[in-house]
Structure formats: C-alpha cells, structure tokens
C-alpha cells in the first residue's frame, strides 16, 4: 500500500510523472527538505510493477536524507526513477520531460545520474530545468572523478576504522579483503598499496583479478570464500545484502569497510556484527564521496575542495564509533540517530 507506506517511511511528496508523447513514467519522491533542496541522482529501471518503482524511489530517497543528514550538509533527500529499460527505451525527448516536472518543483529536488542514467541524459534534463547536476563539462561529468572520490573516502573511512579498532590509523602491514574489483574497488586497492597494506582479492572477472595482483601485488582468493578468509579488514565492493545470518557468524576479520551499498540484509545485522566484536563502518557513511562531491559541486566548489569535502568521512565515523561506543549501540544505529538529530535540529 503506497499511502501507507509514504507515512511509514515520512515522505514529505510524491510527484508521478506520465507524459504520453514522450513515453515517460517516472516517479520523484522527496523525502526532506528540511535541511534544504531534496538531492539524489535519477535512476532508469526495468521495475516490474508500478508498486516496485515507487516503494523503491521512496527507500532510496529516505537513504538519501540520512546520508546528507549524518555529514550535516544543508540538503535533503530525494530520488527519481523512470520506468524503463535503460538499454532501449531512452530519448532525449524522455528526458527533456522528466526536466519539466524538475523544473514545476521550483528548486525543491534536484537530479543528477544514478543506475542506468549517463551524463548525455542529464544534459537532455537540463534543457528544461537548472535543478541537475552531472551535466557537461561539470567537474562531477569528468570520467570516473566519482569512484576515484569514492575510492578515496572509502580509504579514509578505514583509517577511522583502524584508528578505533586497533589505536593506529595507519593501514601499513594490515591485511585487507577486497571483495570486488570494479570502478571503487581496484581503485581502493591503489590508495591501500600505496599505504602499504596487504592485499587478498577476488572478483567474478578473473582479468580484473590478474590486473590486481600484478599492480598491487594482491593475493587472489576465492569469489565464495573471501568473506571467510581471515584478515584485518573486509572490504566489500561488489553487491548488497552480503552482512546477513548466514555470512556474519563466519567473518574472520575485525573491521568491515567497504563501498557496498546496502551491506546489511537488515538493520538488525549491525547488533549480530557488533556482538561479534566486528567494527562497522556504515556504508552510508564511509561510501559518500559522490555526494559530498555534488554538494559541493553545486555550491561552486573546486576539484581541490572537493577532495577536501571528502575528507569528513574520516572526522564523522569517528564520531559516529564514538557514539556507538559510549551509548553502548551498534554503529548502524549510530550513524542513524547522529542523522536523525541533525535533521531534528534543522
Ligand atoms: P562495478 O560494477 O564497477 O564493480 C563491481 C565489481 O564487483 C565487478 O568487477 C564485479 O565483477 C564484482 N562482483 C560482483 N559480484 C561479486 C561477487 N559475488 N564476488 C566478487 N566480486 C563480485 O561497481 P562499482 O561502481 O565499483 O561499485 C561497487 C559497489 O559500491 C556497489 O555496491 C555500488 O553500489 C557501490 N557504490 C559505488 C559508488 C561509485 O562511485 N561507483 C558510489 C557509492 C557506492
């Protein structure tokens, strides 16, 4: 039930979207605005239900606000998804109309690129509204400028980790799964062999695997056994869902941090973690360097202050394993009730 779950969730609006000559169906859902304008990219999706998609749009924009919530940035959360399949069913023309129900919004959600959406979608959206990021020649439209500050963050988020795990933030001689091996994850491996970690790695593309051992002088494990594999860290880089009953009770590691989204099948998952005595770093958290990067970005940041923005990731999970800590709750409730408070104090 839409309704029910739109007050379940706390979604401030709905916008749904059909324009016949187009062919677009789409579906904005703004979560909060009471930090400021609702962001969070637009995503193109073969959904199989009307239902799916809008259950979806409103999850990801409640994502969103936290995740904007926790860094105290001045932005809610909001989400777009059309209805479609990616591959086959886009036109400039789609776009440009998705661009209008932007621009009746006046300012209150802006839109950037998201799973199955391009910079060239962005810039047929900004045709008809200047509520878009992601667009031509913007700093965040430079080839994989977001993995690499993705990469980064996630980086810096480990050091945190280390530092409230072990007392040292330094990664040298510390061993680190990489489960994973795409954009954020080959790149992890660069920042951690350069900080002199050492590396066990596997991914479903046995190339990617050979690249990483041979640049970043990386053990190769098992795609299936890598969660089992014992090291310092685990870094998951691949899919979602992975931190879940069955999988947590083998983990032999001390830390998980990774760019994973939705590393927990549930919330629940952060107290088994954490009754393991297995550190947390909140993938909402630790996986934020593209949207600190489009917050600042938008503001009319450099490439520089970009990187600076980035830099929180490490000050605020420090804070949130200090919460975590001294309220005696797992860090995924932390990170949510720092968020909850900042969009209280709005
Ligand atoms: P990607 O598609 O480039 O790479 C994912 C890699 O994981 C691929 O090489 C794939 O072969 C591998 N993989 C899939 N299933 C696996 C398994 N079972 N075991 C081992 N390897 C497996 O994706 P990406 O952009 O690097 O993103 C990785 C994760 O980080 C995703 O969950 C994504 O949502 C999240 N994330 C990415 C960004 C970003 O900037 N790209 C930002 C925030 C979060």
């Excluded at 590393?263 to 107290?271: D, I, V």
């Amino acid at each position: 039930n839409v309704m029910d779950e739109m007050e379940r969730l706390s979604i401030e609006q709905l916008v749904v979207c059909q324009d016949r000559a187009s062919g677009l169906r789409a579906v904005i859902a703004v979560h909060s605005t009471k930090r400021g304008p609702a962001l969070g990219g637009c995503r193109m999706w073969a959904y199989k239900s009307e239902q799916e998609a809008i259950i979806d749009a409103m999850r990801l924009a409640r994502g969103m606000t936290y995740k904007a919530a926790v860094f105290g940035l001045d932005y809610g959360g909001g989400k777009a998804v059309i209805l479609g399949n990616p591959e086959t069913d886009k036109s400039e023309a789609l776009f440009k109309a998705l661009g209008r129900y932007i621009s009746y919004m006046n300012g209150r959600y802006i839109t950037g690129v998201d799973l199955g959406t391009t910079v060239t979608d962005m810039d047929g959206v900004g045709k008809e509204t200047m509520y878009v990021t992601d667009t031509t020649g913007s700093i965040m439209a430079t080839d994989d400028f977001t993995p690499e500050m993705t990469a980064y963050g996630v980086y810096l988020g480990m050091k945190a980790s280390a530092a409230a795990a072990f007392g040292s933030s330094s990664l040298q001689g510390r061993k680190v799964a990489v489960q994973g091996l795409g954009k954020v994850g080959m790149r992890l491996c660069r920042y951690l062999h350069e900080a002199g970690a050492e590396l066990l790695v596997a991914d479903l593309d046995g190339g990617r695997v050979r690249s990483a051992a041979m640049a970043y002088s990386a053990d190769i494990a098992l795609p299936e056994a890598i969660m089992q594999e014992p090291c310092d860290i685990f870094a998951p880089c691949a899919m979602g869902g992975l931190l879940n009953d069955e999988t947590i009770p083998k983990l032999r590691c001390a830390i998980v941090a990774g760019s994973a989204n939705n590393q927990l099948l549930e919330e629940a998952h952060g107290q088994l973690l954490c009754d393991r005595g297995i550190l947390y770093a909140p993938d909402y958290v630790i996986n934020a360097g593209g949207l600190l990067i489009t917050a600042r970005e938008i503001q009319g940041g450099s490439a520089g202050d970009m990187m600076r923005s980035v830099e929180q990731i490490e000050s605020v999970l420090r804070l949130v394993f200090r919460y975590a800590k001294s309220a005696g709750i797992p860090t995924n409730q932390a990170a949510n009730r720092i968020a909850e408070r900042n969009i209280k104090r709005a």
